[in-house]
């Protein structure tokens, strides 16, 4: 597609219920990025995929959170028992390759709500 | 202490006017620096990149001192679409250059 895309757009979900955040990178893109944005702050590092492989995940911030991206195109960001700690937006961005020469394309975001 | 820090603001400002924004970091290991602007409830979209020389683009101006470990970015003649918030970004080097952004600068231009 064109841009970065990702969905749900919104999620409202109970404390302890697990959710699934998917993004579907620029076609071709290589790297593709999470970031966890909490309100009022910039956007921080989860974790890095290169094709399939997951290269870098030392931004998750506990093992409730897991990432994959089997086939080396979309990604999808699994929370397992979610916390109201959770509530942010999640922003995807992939890039032509890793040393971001040619930029990063962020999607518009999942604002996960945690009730 | 974050990586990068800015003032969050809000930096209220008349149309028209120039405005300055300054961030530092702190791993002197950063090899690329960039602003970023993030509109409400928007994704992050680049504004510009940041040069050891200094770049101009346009009504945007953005400097960084490595000595300092400082950037700036100076926005001349605002205007009312500029009212977004701005992100200082670092990236380090490895096998990804993942970005780390500051908290972010928010400014409104008001009429």
């Known amino acids: 597609g064109a841009g970065v895309s990702q969905s749900p757009r919104y999620k409202v979900a109970k404390r302890g219920q697990d959710v699934a955040l998917r993004c579907d990178p620029i076609s071709g893109h290589v790297s593709l990025f999470w970031y966890q944005q909490a309100l009022g702050q910039g956007p921080e590092f989860l974790t890095y995929f290169q094709n399939e492989a997951q290269l870098d995940k030392s931004g998750l911030p506990s093992d409730r959170f897991f990432a994959e991206r089997p086939e080396g195109s979309v990604s999808t960001l699994k929370i397992q028992r979610t916390q109201q700690e959770d509530s942010a937006v999640y922003l995807c961005?992939?890039?032509?390759?890793?040393?971001?020469?040619?930029?990063?394309?962020f999607g518009s975001g999942t604002r996960l709500t945690v009730v | 202490r974050k990586e990068v820090e800015q003032d969050p603001g809000p930096f209220n400002v008349p149309e028209g006017a120039t405005v300055a924004f300054n961030c530092t970091y702190s791993?002197?290991?950063?090899?690329?620096f960039f602003w970023y602007r993030q509109d409400c409830r928007k994704e992050p979209k680049l504004l510009m990149s940041v040069y050891s020389s200094g770049n101009e683009d346009g009504r945007f101006t953005a400097q960084l001192n490595r000595a300092s470990q400082y950037i700036s970015l100076l926005i001349r003649d605002s205007k009312l679409s500029d009212s977004a918030t701005y992100l200082c970004?670092?990236?380090?080097?490895?096998?990804?250059?993942?970005?780390?952004f500051g908290s972010g600068t928010q400014l409104t231009v008001l009429p």
């Open positions: 970004v670092v990236t380090v080097g490895g096998s990804a250059r993942q970005l780390t």
């Open positions: 791993n002197s290991a950063s090899q690329s």
């Open positions: 961005a992939s890039s032509l390759e890793g040393q971001g020469v040619y930029g990063y394309t």
